[in-house]
């Protein structure tokens, strides 16, 4: 079972199947299931599996060649961003700010299109708990084939996942969502049929490379009578290096991935009449 500190699993200590993730003192990073017996090579030296199984997080060794190298479990950020995908990732950054803006919250029920590589759906799945839903739409079997083996590694019992082959832009199955969240190159497409899914107040959020994008998916949004509240921003994410007394910000970061689009379903536009939008006679200036 692997141990991506998933809700089902708190241990702190490696087990066989599990993932470790070894650290050197550069802060390169290497990542590997542990299988009794095996070894994994690198230009560091040889690390035996046998040498991190039964041993607590935070553990540290010397490899066969003397390099330290410090071992913890990978967190889902970690994961996600060194599965083996055929998508391009929706990176951690992003994916921190689809939950919060998406308001993802235990027990809901959250329509994913498209599934790409699992990672997003990990993160939903997650965050729903086992008391919710994730319903994922993928057009491309092998997308979907792909990603239920790397959702499967990260949480082996996610029940709460149901993935399905369709193409939301033809329409949705699915009624009384909460969220629905799209990684898809047309979101715009979704709109009408989102409007029927979704609960009164329920989110839909988008994310997309390109501004042209956000511009057709939010004129989409503002020219239906059933969304309001239309919100776009990107997040950019800049580390910093802190070494002693020499601290600037790193050479290299994560800059634009994407964009993130919310919209709440509301409540059609009140339309007053036409004669109550009129200026009364009360109202009308004296003539001289």
């Not at 990990?122 to 792909?146: C, H, P, S, W």
């Not at 939301?168 to 979704?190: M, N, T, W």
């Not at 800049?238 to 994560?254: D, E, F, N, Y």
């Amino acid at each position: 079972m692997v141990n991506i500190h998933t809700s089902r699993d708190l241990t702190h200590t490696f087990q066989e199947g599990d993932y470790a993730l070894v650290i050197d003192r550069r802060q390169r990073r290497y990542m590997f299931k542990l299988i009794p017996r095996q070894k994994y090579s690198t230009h560091l030296g040889i690390v035996p599996h046998d040498e991190l199984i039964g041993k607590e997080e935070g553990y540290r060794f010397a490899t066969s060649a003397g390099h330290v190298l410090l071992a913890v479990k990978p967190t889902l950020a970690d994961f996600t961003k060194r599965m083996p995908r055929i998508a391009t990732p929706v990176y951690p950054k992003d994916m921190g700010t689809i939950l919060v803006l998406g308001d993802i919250f235990p027990g809901a029920r959250v329509l994913e299109a498209g599934t790409g590589s699992g990672a997003v759906t990990a993160v939903l799945a997650r965050a729903v708990g086992d008391t919710g839903k994730v319903i994922t739409y993928d057009v491309r079997q092998d997308m979907q084939d792909k990603a239920k083996k790397n959702l499967a590694s990260i949480m082996p019992n996610a029940t709460q996942v149901t993935f399905k082959i369709g193409d939301v832009y033809e329409g949705i199955e699915e009624s009384s969502l909460d969220r629905i969240v799209l990684d898809l190159p047309d979101p715009l497409k979704v709109v009408p049929h989102a409007a029927k899914a979704l609960v009164p107040g329920g989110i839909i959020l988008s994310f997309v490379p390109t501004v042209l994008q956000v511009h057709d998916f939010t004129h989409a949004l503002q020219d239906s009578d059933a969304f309001g509240m239309v919100e776009t921003v990107e997040t950019l994410m800049r580390p910093w290096a802190v070494a002693g007394r020499a601290i600037r910000p790193s050479l290299r970061m994560v800059g634009h991935t994407g964009f993130i689009t919310t919209a709440r379903r509301v409540a059609p536009r009140l339309r007053l009449p036409e004669e109550a939008a009129e200026t009364s006679p009360e109202e009308q200036p004296e003539s001289e």
